[in-house]
């Protein structure tokens, strides 16, 4: 079954300190991943998928098929993105079936 | 563009009452997902329409959820009846084909 792990469930890093949350997924096949993010008070939403290998808000993800990683980074963490991420895998196809991982709160300390 | 819209926000029963969520998606969206989150946990998929149809409703506990969206637009989920378990938030989602999925606010259930 497809299984997606994030390790942690809370980072703590000071403003501008670099940020890697990890995230590691189980699909064999080509797999689409995803990360969702969701700040305090507001709906989850898309913050980047890995086809589309552009930065958002300054984060980015590369997807390792040999380690089946999709690690979010950031080079200098703010303040606002202080927030719970959700690392995301689908099998594409027909169902575009979301599987997400357990989420890890990001918090950056002033 | 508006959003995928749910109702209600929160939600308290008691157990072994009956509960029902509505959720309108995106105009033109025609893939629709009903997700469950227990708390401390990442979203489940429970059921997945698309249009009128249903694509995927292999986690939903068919004994006590269903779900509709009879006009391929709106939809409903039911609980009938809750169990203490069943306490989560209920979050909708809507997409075009293939395509990244919206959420909407979802309904934060508790079971007394």
């Known amino acids: 079954a497809q299984r997606v792990t994030q390790p942690e469930k809370l980072l703590s890093v000071f403003k501008g300190a670099p940020v890697e949350l990890k995230c590691n997924y189980s699909?064999?096949?080509?797999?689409?991943l995803f990360w969702y993010v969701q700040y305090s008070r507001q709906r989850l939403q898309l913050l980047l998928r890995?086809?589309s290998r552009e930065s958002i808000k300054g984060f980015t993800a590369d997807l390792n098929k040999g380690e089946t990683s999709f690690h979010l980074k950031k080079p200098f963490a703010q303040e606002e993105d202080s927030a719970m991420y959700y690392c995301a895998e689908s099998n594409g196809g027909a169902t575009n079936k979301l599987i997400f991982g357990t989420g890890t709160l990001l918090a950056v300390q002033p | 563009e508006a959003g995928v819209a749910q109702s209600p926000r929160y939600k308290i029963i008691e157990k072994r009452q009956s509960v029902a969520f509505w959720c309108n998606p995106i105009s033109g969206h025609a893939t629709l997902y009903w997700y469950q989150q227990i708390l401390g946990q990442g979203p489940k998929l429970l059921i997945q329409f698309q249009n009128n149809g249903v694509v995927d409703d292999s986690q939903l506990p068919k004994d006590r959820f269903s779900a509709e969206r009879l006009k391929g637009v709106d939809s409903t989920l039911k609980i009938q009846p809750a169990k203490l378990e069943d306490s989560a938030v209920y979050l909708c989602a809507s997409s075009l084909l293939g395509q990244p999925q919206h959420f909407g606010d979802g309904t934060r259930l508790s079971i007394l």
């Open positions: 890995h086809i």
């Open positions: 699909y064999s096949g080509s797999p689409e």
